[in-house]
């Protein structure tokens, strides 16, 4: 998806980078930005970023962190977890948000009405052995690394407050929820936001590119018919697995919606007559 995005948008060096959903990051990591203004509603995201920028928080930490809790949910079990998840609740500490991360059901992130994360335990005792700790130091180690060579603002704000900040320099390129999927403490995306965003991005000042599904094997996204007038589309297509069958073989296809002067003029145009196929490993669980 990163190399997809990559491959279809032009932008300079010295644009401002704008991406008011920013989730775990992985785009404005891996695509790195010189200037960047990242946000997204939920506090816990935007404060572990930032504890990294200013010190506060090193990877070095996160790892023994890791280690010592690690070791004792590896001898507790479950109620180690629900521990922590309680702490978390009253403290608020970054350390055990990446914990949580780490080891909750399919990594979720979730939070009740009363703005408690809630996810339960992926069941796994001995998840935070040696080789996944180094991973996740490794991790850490890198975006560290970006964070401080780059200039970068994290700011909890809604995705509405962000775009009063894009100029003629900037590029904001959005991933909002789906319609219609959980919605949180945090996170609230419904029809009235979807809607609300089509004249948004219409008006936007700059570049701007967005990501939606487009089609899988039994829906059309009729939504994003809405930005044919104004926008110039790209297509990706993968396939995932549903619970790991491949009689549930499905394919997805991805569409990225960008202001028409900032597509890349690729020799491979991903228009839906010339889509290449790409198998994604990830085994979804039904
Ligand atoms: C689909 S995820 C983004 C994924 C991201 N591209 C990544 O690489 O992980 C959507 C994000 O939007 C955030 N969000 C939900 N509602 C929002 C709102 N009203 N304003 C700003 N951010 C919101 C959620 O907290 C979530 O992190």
Redesign the pocket.
Known sequence: MIDFIRDNIQINNNITWIE????????AFNLAPKKALL????PH?INLYKSIQNNKLTPEEIADHLKIEGNELAQKGESHYYQIRKRFNQDKNAKDFVFLNRCCFNGLIRFNKKGEFNVPFCKKNDRFRKALITKIYNQFVAVRERILLSEWDFVCQ??EETLINTNSNSFTYL???YVGRHTDY????DEK?AHKMISAIEKLKGGYALSMWFENRYRKNLYLQNFEKFASFRYFSHFYHLGGSEQNRNKMIEALVIHPDYVKQNLLKNDLNSLVDIEFNNHISA
Do not use: R, T
């Open positions: 008011p959903f920013l989730g775990s990051g992985s785009v946000s997204d509603s939920n995201i809604s995705w991933d909002p929820p945090y996170s609230s995306w936001d």
